[in-house]
């Protein structure tokens, strides 16, 4: 199996139909960053899930020093290898970019980039994303790679209602 690095997934409850909006993250995702995402997986799960999670290559970070995100700690993932691969280095890293339970609902599109970014391409400058989050005075790296910052909740991250399924179960955790 052959990894394609950096991989975003975006794990959504089915039962909450958060479908189109993982979805609608995947495209903006794809939109922005293109090439420089090896892949982007939608996860359909149960129980209120959503978490968008970054899998990406130990040797592809940046030189900066940064033991976690803004939303999560880097963790290591063990790659089972083929022996076949071309790829120098099996040492995949996980950072749970945003999880709606922790952080209390669903991100903006704009800070959702500024997480990709600062994992992708520290450098890169997102325009008018970037512009945006100054003016909503929520903190971002600086682009001269320095230490990641917690990235505010905004205020029309709101709540969420539960949903019923086609066999009348109620999602528990979205309530």
């Known amino acids: 199996m052959h990894n394609h690095l950096p991989r975003i997934t975006i794990k959504y409850c089915t039962q909450c139909k958060w479908l189109l909006r993982a979805a609608y993250f995947a495209q903006e995702l794809l939109s922005t960053f293109s090439t420089q995402l090896g892949e982007v997986a939608l996860v ?7 978490t968008v999670t970054m899998y990406h290559s130990s040797s592809s ?28 280095d099996d040492d995949i890293t996980e950072i749970i970019l945003w999880d709606r339970k922790t952080n209390g609902g669903f991100p903006e599109v704009k800070v959702l980039k500024s997480l990709v970014r600062n994992v992708v391409d520290p450098s890169r400058d ?14 971002v790296q600086s682009q001269e790679g320095g230490e990641m910052k917690v990235v505010g ?14 066999e009348g179960d109620k999602c528990e955790e979205c309530q």
């Open 44 to 50: 359909p799960a149960t129980g209120g899930v959503f």
């Open 153 to 166: 909740k905004s205020e029309e991250q709101g709540s969420t209602t539960a949903t019923t399924t086609k």
């Open 61 to 88: 970070t940046s030189s900066s020093t940064s033991t976690g995100t803004a939303q999560g700690e880097e963790v290591p993932v063990a790659v089972a290898g083929t022996g076949d691969e071309d790829e120098e």
């Open 126 to 139: 997102l325009g008018h994303t970037d512009r945006a989050l100054r003016a909503a005075n929520v903190p």
